[in-house]
């Protein structure tokens, strides 16, 4: 999934530099104790540790082999946070040291490698957490299941946002840089949907495997015992807190899609026209257009990009408040 | 295909040839500016004479860097998936001059950065991005991954051995249930090692004085090289945009 330089527009690289980088400048400043110097070789130690994991090849029919991303089995291990950091370190030292990736393509390439697939993950593998909590603490079966489903999807929607990136490269540049969606999205889903049931199986191995002979190197907390049954259990605040990580995946994709639809009519447009109902007035105009451009489409996906962290973070701060609560006198 | 690359190496030769030739002896902030600039330029061009141009001086410096010639093919090899897709694909829809424009884009950016990689030692590159002010928290990061990778990756070829001596040849397939369970299980085993090694590796870094950030003990300065190498691919670069952009016609 190591995008090249000279293959995606200019603007679509530029929006995932920015992306990226405000990405990584929050999580820096908001986990800025747990990458405190004792941590440093920690996470150094995991990213080499999971840089290794991809090297381990499994077949994936055809003659051809897959290797693990890693970034959901990295957030399963220690959390969202650290494990953005740690797959952006992987990123880096496969670009400086082997060439893979590029300069330009860095920003996409770790949104989805080392924040999509992350984040993913970790929402994933938390949702279903909750939803499987109950008073006994799930069997080895489930476990592997929940977690084999989280690695699946982190891969699946990794590779769904780069095909995006390829289209919307594809139309924004009238066809000189991208992939054409109609190429883009079916080649890169259909492969990655086989290569994550590779992830799936490989992950949930390595975690049942670190479950039985080193729980404690597990640093995201186990909260399965302690949850709360139900719609409760689901309200708590390990799931807002997958909600949000989904939710920020979301947001990162807003820019992009903005872009593309400033570029030309959508499908619902085009089905509209197409049906002769084209031109009637909206029932209601919106404060706010994406604009005839691309730069005031730009700026209006920014200001969804805000607007949706924004409502992510407030989201957060809910579920402190509540786990506050929860653990108060 | 990172796998081949070390696979295809003996001892810690991830450095094998940045020592031996020319390049690998200038200073690494220089190669960084310029390569850096010269791909970022290379990457927005897309009128085909402007492309054939810095896909030749990707190739120049390729033959200019004396790096063996079979070393980068394999590198490059690892590219090519994605950069074929995209070419025949853009062949398919847009017709064949896009489709080697495509090809000849990507190789002219992808070309320079395998030069950087493979001539120049991988401490050298760290240790410039960080005298080139990239944040201390990601630069140490990166020489400690690459210290522990070259560590874990022993690890991992010492057990490849042994599941070797068992009689093991790898997954036939994601069907074959013990064999993804003897990969996975290796994975894993792989991480704990790592968590074990990671606390005893900590001691032995604040014994030798470790404060946060590791402090590169080589120096290095400018020289006429360094300074000639930059100012050139920069200078290229900057023509190729001027052109592009229409300022020349």
Not at chain 1, 174 to 179: K, L, Y
Not at chain 1, 267 to 285: N, R
Not at chain 2, 60 to 89: D, G, N
Request: proline content about 3%; overall charge positive.
């Amino acid at each position: 999934m190591h995008i090249p330089d000279g293959l995606m527009a200019p603007v679509v690289s530029l929006i995932g530099w920015i992306e990226f980088l405000v990405v990584f400048a929050a999580i820096l400043l908001l986990s800025g104790k747990k990458i405190k110097e004792k941590n440093l070789p920690r996470v150094a130690i995991l990213s080499a540790g999971i840089f290794v994991a991809q090297m381990l090849n499994f077949p994936i029919g055809g003659g051809t082999t897959g290797h693990l991303v890693g970034g959901a089995l990295f957030a399963m291990i220690c959390g969202p946070a650290i494990a953005i950091i740690g797959m952006t370190v992987v990123l880096l030292v496969q670009g400086l040291m082997f060439g893979d990736g590029g300069i330009t393509a860095l920003g996409l390439n770790a949104i989805n490698m080392a924040i999509i697939a992350p984040l993913i993950g970790w929402g994933v593998y938390s949702l279903l957490n909750g939803l499987s909590a109950k008073k006994t603490v799930p069997g080895k079966a489930v476990k592997g299941i929940i977690v084999g489903a989280a690695a699946w999807a982190s891969v699946f929607v990794a590779a769904a946002a780069c095909a995006g990136e390829l289209a919307v490269s594809y139309a924004v540049s009238s066809g000189t840089f991208g992939i054409a969606a109609t190429v883009a999205v079916p080649a890169m889903l259909g492969v990655h949907a086989i290569i994550g049931v590779g992830e799936a199986l490989i992950s949930a191995g390595v975690m049942l495997y670190l479950w039985s002979v080193s729980p404690g190197s597990i640093t995201t907390i186990d909260k399965r015992a302690k949850a709360l049954p139900g719609w409760k259990g689901v309200l708590s605040g390990t799931t807002a807190r997958a909600v949000t990580a989904i939710l920020i995946v979301f947001a990162l994709t807003l820019p992009l899609y903005f872009l593309y639809a400033s570029q030309g009519r959508d499908g619902l447009e085009k089905t509209m026209q197409d049906a002769g109902t084209a031109g009637e007035k909206p029932l209601i105009s919106t404060p706010f257009s994406y604009g005839q451009n691309y730069f005031s489409a730009l700026f209006a996906g920014i200001l969804g990009f805000l607007a949706v962290a924004l409502g992510a973070a407030g989201i957060l701060r809910l579920a402190r408040m509540r786990t506050t609560r929860e653990t108060g006198p | 295909m990172t796998f081949a690359n070390i696979g295809s190496h003996g001892g810690d030769g991830l450095d094998e040839y940045a020592g031996d030739v020319w390049f690998g002896k200038l200073d690494a902030r220089a190669k960084l500016v310029g390569i850096f600039t010269f791909v970022v330029i290379s990457a927005v061009l897309t009128n085909m004479e402007l492309v054939l141009i810095s896909l030749t001086v990707a190739l120049a410096l390729l033959v200019a860097s004396r790096l063996p010639l079979t070393h980068i093919a394999k590198m490059y090899m690892a590219a090519v998936p994605f950069i074929l897709f995209a070419s025949v694909s853009v062949f398919l829809f847009s017709g064949w001059e896009r489709g080697i424009e495509m090809w000849m884009r990507t190789s002219a950016c992808v070309l320079p950065l395998l030069v950087l990689a493979a001539g120049t030692e991988t401490f050298d590159l760290f240790a410039g991005l960080r005298r080139l002010r990239v944040p201390a928290v990601i630069t140490t990061l990166l020489m400690l991954t690459q210290r522990y990778i070259l560590l874990l990756s022993e690890e991992l070829s010492r057990m490849t051995t042994a599941r070797r001596a068992r009689g093991f040849k790898g997954a036939r397939n994601l069907t074959d249930r013990y064999g993804l369970k003897v990969l996975a299980f290796t994975a894993g085993m792989v991480l704990v090692r790592s968590f074990q090694r990671a606390d005893d590796i900590y001691e032995g870094l604040k014994c030798k004085g470790f404060d946060k950030e590791m402090t590169p003990w080589r120096r290095s300065s400018i020289a006429i090289n360094d300074v000639l190498l930059a100012t050139g691919l920069a200078a290229v670069a900057a023509v190729l945009l001027t052109v592009q952009l229409g300022v020349i016609a």
